[in-house]
């Protein structure tokens, strides 16, 4: 199946400061790209829709100038923590679907996990 | 509204004894749906997946499920559960779109006793 690689798996950063999150797709363009947050022990929450070439589309209650959404090419989105806080520490996984064809799968990164100290 | 229900939070099912975890599913449009397993601290691996025909489905290690459209179900099983099957479980729908995201379920945590 495709591939979608997340990077960094782990990252622990200070209190104030920005993190980068990227996740490309390696075998297959990706159109839309979606972002997921998991608390532990929890399930999975959409926290916006990655459109290449387009601002993304964010979920009620997640704050957009928070989380900086970006996905300048058919094969890279990232997301961008600012001004992070502990609050913000969690799992962070991306997933991607293969547009063009029929009946498609999403795929998803290994996730990453941020630790605001 | 579109949602999917896991009414397990937590199973514990003995090595070797047969396994079902539960997924219904509230779905305006035709549904796709997933199952994913999940390790902790890592990210999601597809279990299997039904688009269209067959309503039984058959995925990777041994594990099938069944659609069931009149009872917005979309269970999964497995006939012999192993130790290494223990994990987190996500059912899913999306619609066939591929620009739509999935909603998950909220999971079935499975332990296995020996």
């Known amino acids: 199946g495709a591939v979608v690689s997340q990077h960094p798996s782990r990252v622990i950063c200070k209190s104030g400061t920005s993190v980068k999150i990227e996740c490309r797709s390696l075998?297959?363009?990706?159109?839309?790209m979606f972002w997921y947050r998991q608390f532990p022990k929890q399930s999975l929450m959409l926290m916006a829709t990655?459109?290449?070439?387009?601002?993304?589309?964010?979920e009620q209650g997640v704050e957009k100038d928070k989380f900086l959404i970006n996905h300048a090419s058919l094969t890279l989105s990232t997301l961008t923590v600012t001004s992070a806080h502990p609050e913000d520490s969690s799992f962070y996984i991306c997933?991607?679907?293969?547009?063009?064809?029929?009946?498609?799968?999403?795929?998803f990164g290994q996730g990453t996990r941020l630790t605001v100290v | 509204a579109q949602s999917v229900t896991q009414p397990d939070i937590h199973i514990t099912v003995s090595e070797g004894a047969s396994l079902e975890l539960r997924c219904n599913y509230s779905?305006?449009?035709?549904?796709?749906l997933f199952w994913y397993v999940q390790s902790p601290g890592q990210g999601l691996q597809l279990l299997l997946k039904y688009f269209s025909g067959d309503t039984l489905v058959q995925g990777i290690k041994g594990f099938e499920a069944e659609f069931k459209r009149s009872q917005s179900s979309f269970n999964l099983r497995k006939p012999s559960v192993h130790w290494s099957d223990a994990a987190e479980y996500f059912c899913a729908v999306g619609a066939k779109q591929a620009g739509t995201a999935l909603i998950f379920g909220k999971g079935t945590t499975l332990s296995v006793s020996s």
């Open positions: 075998d297959f363009q990706a159109t839309t």
């Open positions: 990655s459109n290449e070439g387009s601002k993304a589309t964010y």
């Open positions: 779905y305006g449009a035709t549904p796709y």
């Open positions: 997933s991607a679907r293969e547009g063009g064809r029929g009946n498609t799968e999403a795929f």
